[in-house]
C-alpha cells in the first residue's frame, strides 16, 4: 500500500529497475481484502476483492534468479506493510485476466511456484520448498 492507502503491485529486477501500478481504491484499515497483482506479459494489472481497480500497459519483466520475494514491502526495501497478511500464492502465469469471485482458501493452480496459507505456523509454503520470514514478521494467532 503507498501512503494514500492505495494497493501497489511492483515487477522489479532490483530496487532501482521496475514497473508497477496503483490501484484506485483507498483500502480502509481494520477490513480484510483479497488483492491480486498479475502482470501477463504486456499489462500490469491490480484486483480488490476480485475487481480490477488499475491497470497500466508494461513490458517489464520481473527478475529471475533465486532473490528474496517481498510481500508486503515497497519495491526498494522499505515501507513494511503494517498489518496481517494471509495466504499468499505467487505463480508463473497469470491466472487472473478479468474481474473474478476471490477463493475462501487458495489452491494450487498451473504455474504456481508457492503457496503460504499460514495456517500451520511455520514459514514454509505448502509444497514445503520456500521458506523463510524476516526483519521481524511474525505469525499471529488471530485469523480472519
Partial sequence: MNSSGKLVFY???NGFNFDSVTGS???SSGVWYHVA???NGTTLKVFVNG???GS???TFAPGTGTSDVFIGRGGDGSGYFNGLIDKVRITADAIYTSNFTPQNRLTGVNGTKGLWRFDGQ???DCANINHGINNGATFST???
Fill in 25 to 27: 481504491t483507498i483500502l
Fill in 142 to 144: 488471530s485469523v480472519p
Fill in 51 to 53: 475487481v480490477q481497480v
Fill in 122 to 124: 511455520d514459514v514454509k
Fill in 56 to 58: 497500466k500497459s508494461s
Fill in 37 to 39: 497483482g498479475v502482470w
Fill in 11 to 13: 515487477t522489479l529486477i
